[in-house]
């Protein structure tokens, strides 16, 4: 089975930090290009960070200066790492990742991110 898993979500204060990771959950995969996508309630699905292939990163502008996605290749996953968080940021978070086995896209099912104030 392959599928993709999110992990690290939670509870945070204002100004605080989260680490997300995107990981396997089967053997049949090999992370490639991911993204980290989230929705908050009410709203539609954005897209937050991306890392290619290459390891070329890009950020929406919401988040730029605070959030760093990065990749290990040795654990075939990519990381989120969430720095000066606010309430604005509370939403569910997901990953999609292609997967260069079989030249597919996959997502998490998304891990829940809360900022209090």
């Known amino acids: 089975q392959v599928q993709l898993v999110e992990s690290g979500g939670g509870l945070a204060q204002a100004g605080g930090s989260l680490r997300l990771s995107c990981a396997t959950s089967?053997?049949?995969?090999?992370?490639?290009?991911t993204n980290w996508h989230r929705q908050a309630p009410g709203k539609q699905r954005e897209l937050v960070a991306a890392?290619?292939?290459?390891?070329?990163?890009n950020y929406a502008d919401s988040v730029k200066g605070r959030f760093t996605i990065s990749r290990d290749n040795a654990k075939n996953s990519v990381l989120l790492q969430m720095n000066s968080l606010k309430p604005e940021d509370t939403a569910v978070y997901y990953c999609?990742?292609?997967?260069?086995?079989?030249?597919?896209?996959?997502w998490g099912p998304g891990t829940q991110v809360t900022v209090s104030s």
């Open positions: 089967g053997y049949i995969f090999k992370l490639s290009a």
């Open positions: 999609h990742a292609l997967n260069t086995m079989d030249g597919r896209w996959y």
């Open positions: 890392i290619t292939g290459g390891g070329i990163t």
